[in-house]
């Protein structure tokens, strides 16, 4: 079995045939260090695959993942790409290899890995650490290329973990500055040294440009700061600017030809913002509005390049006689679609991306689009009221004071539909060609479906990943249930999803079982395929298949439709002990279901107690039973096998069950016990709350503050903090600021959190 990697190395490939086999063959000879290695070839057409194909065939080590992509998507995308896949806690993304130096590559490694404070590495050169130094490194010729960083991920914020894909190069120092002033391990001897073949860019005027605005949004930095680095920015050589804006419009036009039209269209943005004058420019971003569907911004374009008033006249009459009469239907009895986005919290930028890729890859001709905002924190309502003036989708909005959930969001937009279908989606959604009009051409062909929906790349229902697909498969293929990611309704179906089932979870499924109960079919198109943020609104709520939230929705479902969750006959056929074992797998952690307990009541006997505290168990068999236990209050018996648990090491799902299990009963010692167990790689958001929670309620204000403060940074959605916030405001005497807090909390997630005194200070992780 492969030894799981410390170190993940990123190499992103683009025309690197030259240089790409020494690299390989640099790492490849590293010897002591459990490393991955990831490789993107980044659409190269000078047949670097062949290279790096015949290096991997003659190694043919274990963990090198390679992929590839038929057309360029920049080094920033395929950088995101590994990260999102990556198993090592510290990254490294050279560009090219010469050489390394194993002995000073382990020694960063480790001592990265035995730092409590340091985010990263930097070979040869060290971090500026204040805004007038890093003012003079961007006005320097040589900054540190990605290769001179090694990071340790899980030092990085969740929200940091990505490197910025708009710049073209240097992206470690991007991350750098966007960090702030951090902790780092300078290293005077180099650990590796480039291809001598492999020219380093001068970072240009746009480089220079994204990093000055890196630091103009750190938080940090304000009033005499700001001024300074604004004032840089307006000193940036306007010779640069000019010397860039053809190369800038060529990137676009590659990009246009490449259907990457959004990218383009920044690119032709910063070329316009130079010279607002440059006619290619503008023609090309008519040429790609157009593209879009976008009619009236790009005959507004036309008209400001117009040269006579006739002329206008005469584009503008032409474009009201071709431009398509369905492109947006403005009759409510034109909509054949309703497509219902719920959102809520930070979802603006996930809505913008999500509705964007709609417009570019959907016909909207026959579509109209349902929003419905539970009580946003950032600044959705903006942008849904310039939607609605824009008249996009004919989009309606519902607004809700608080977050009523999932299930209560569509049920409401159900109620406003003008379409024969409604297509549900997440936020978090993005359309990569026309599915909207493929699920529908499916349910107009096959009358007895009421459900339909797609494949992804994440989701909670196995039969619904991308990962499953066979290219044999049927176009439709009858199911039992769907992931709500995205779910085609027949409206005459008339279904309406249940809403005890409360913020997510389970609401998806049962109204699948309902279509089913009335004689519907419920279908899944593999070949229809999109993509899946999976998580962006839900783990922001601290609500994953972990949280109280989702096991009492497994109950409540289960209850319902009345579901066995276990057969009494298959259960005889094993011995005393291991049915016991078997309950474990079968109970409901949190809400065990009665028919589980009375059956354990019967099986725990005396004699059984007995030969289970005399009985020396293997690791997973004593958690297994400390769980059962602990699930069915068998205090006692917990405890005598809880001692024997010190001396292995614990699962995280099991620490942070136990973790949950003595907070609810407000034994902190024992919360704090478990808490110190978890590795770095299993600590999370969760771990945190329960942290800050306790110096709460052991009023450590002291403590509390700044961990309050830094939580909110990473998790600003999360609503357990502002219940928290309130808190430590009430113990201050600050009434004022407490209700106000509690205010958001309640807003945020009002199934668990409400402002009543009588139980304002109840509510459990």
């Not at 700044?706 to 600050?734: C, Q, R, T, V």
Request: aromatic share 10%; hydrophobic share 35%.
């Amino acid at each position: 079995m492969a030894k799981k990697p410390l170190l993940t190395v990123s190499i992103v490939v683009q025309n690197h045939r030259d240089v790409i086999e020494s690299t390989l063959t640099s790492l490849y000879e590293i010897s002591g260090i459990p490393f991955e290695l990831f490789i993107v070839d980044d659409g190269s057409t000078d047949n670097s695959n062949e290279v790096i194909q015949s290096v991997l065939d003659y190694y043919q080590h274990e963990q090198t993942f390679y992929f590839t992509h038929d057309k360029p998507a920049g080094l920033g995308n395929s950088l995101n790409e590994i990260l999102s896949q990556r198993n090592g806690r510290l990254f490294w993304a050279p560009q090219t290899i010469a050489e390394i130096d194993i002995e000073q590559l382990s020694l960063r490694l480790e001592q990265l890995t035995e730092s409590t404070d340091s985010v990263l590495a930097l070979q040869n050169q060290k971090l500026p650490t204040s805004y007038k130094k890093w003012i003079d490194l961007i006005q320097q010729k040589n900054w540190p290329q990605n290769g001179s960083f090694i990071w340790d991920l899980s030092a990085l914020s969740t929200g940091n973990r990505f490197f910025n894909p708009y710049v073209k190069e240097f992206h470690g120092l991007e991350l750098a500055a966007r960090l702030g002033d951090v902790s780092s391990i300078k290293s005077t001897k180099s650990w590796f040294s480039p291809s001598s073949l492999f020219e380093a860019t001068e970072p240009d005027f746009i480089l220079r440009q994204e990093l000055l605005l890196t630091l103009l949004r750190r938080a940090d930095y304000g009033g005499k700061m700001r001024e300074a680095i604004l004032d840089t920015i307006q000193e940036l050589p306007a010779k640069s600017k000019k010397s860039y804006d053809n190369d800038l419009l060529n990137d676009a036009v590659q990009m246009k030809q490449d259907g990457r039209f959004n990218s383009a269209l920044e690119l032709i943005e910063e070329v316009l913002e130079h010279n607002p004058s440059h006619s290619g420019a503008r023609n090309l971003k008519i040429e790609i509005l157009e593209k879009k569907r976008r009619y009236v911004e790009a005959s507004e374009l036309k008209h400001q390049v117009s040269k006579s008033q006739k002329k206008q006249k005469q584009e503008k009459e032409q474009r009201q006689e071709t431009a398509p009469k369905t492109h947006q239907p403005s009759d409510p009895d034109d909509v054949i679609v309703s497509l219902i986005i719920p959102t809520t919290t930070y979802g603006k930028p996930a809505l913008e991306h999500c509705l964007l890729s709609v417009s570019e890859h959907c016909d909207t001709s026959e579509l109209e689009l349902i929003v419905v905002d539970n009580a946003s924190l950032d600044n959705t309502h903006d942008y849904l009221d310039e939607l609605k003036e824009k008249n996009f989708l004919n989009c309606r909005v519902i607004t809700n004071k608080k977050n009523v959930g999932f299930a209560a969001s569509v049920n409401q937009a159900m109620e406003k539909i003008n379409g024969d279908y409604a297509c549900i989606i997440h936020n978090d959604i993005e359309f990569v060609d026309d599915a909207i009009s493929q699920l529908r051409d499916l349910m107009e062909s096959h009358p007895k479906y009421a459900i339909v929906g797609p494949t992804t790349n994440k989701t909670l229902n196995p039969d619904q990943s991308t990962q499953n697909v066979q290219e044999e498969d049927s176009d439709l293929i009858r199911a039992e249930y769907l992931d709500s990611f995205c779910m085609m309704l027949r409206a005459e179906a008339n279904l309406r999803m249940d809403e005890a089932f409360q913020l997510a979870f389970f609401e998806d499924i049962d109204l699948c079982f309902q279509a089913r109960s009335k004689d519907f079919k419920v279908g899944i198109a593999p070949h229809i395929q999109l993509k899946h943020h999976f998580g962006t609104t839900t783990f922001s709520l601290d609500l994953d298949t972990e949280s109280e939230q989702y096991w009492k929705n497994v109950s409540y479902f289960n209850e319902k439709w009345n579901i066995d969750v276990f057969s009494e006959d298959e259960l005889k056929s094993l011995s005393t002990f291991d049915q016991l074992l078997a309950l474990d797998d079968l109970v409901n952690p949190l809400f065990p279901e009665p028919k589980i307990q009375q059956y354990f009541e019967q099986l725990f006997t005396d004699e059984l107690k007995t030969e289970i505290l005399n009985t020396q168990h293997d690791e997973e068999t004593l958690c297994k039973l400390v769980h059962l236990f602990m699930v069915m209050e068998e205090r006692e018996i917990m405890r005598h096998l809880e001692d024997k648990l010190n001396n292995i090491d614990i699962p995280a799902p099991l620490i942070y069950q136990l973790v949950r299990f003595y907070f609810n009963r407000n034994i902190y010692s024992r919360c704090t016990h478990y808490l110190s167990q978890l590795k770095p790689q299993n600590d999370s958001l969760r771990a945190d709350l329960y942290r800050l929670a306790i110096l709460v309620e052991n009023k450590d204000l002291d403590g509390a503050i700044p961990k309050l403060k830094e939580l909110m940074d990473h998790a600003p959605a999360n609503p357990m903090l502002y219940k928290l916030a309130g808190d430590i405001h009430k113990f201050s005497g600050n009434k004022e600021e407490a209700i106000s807090f509690y205010d958001l909390a309640e807003q945020i997630n009002p199934f668990e959190f409400t402002n009543e005194e009588k139980d304002a200070f109840g509510f459990k992780l």
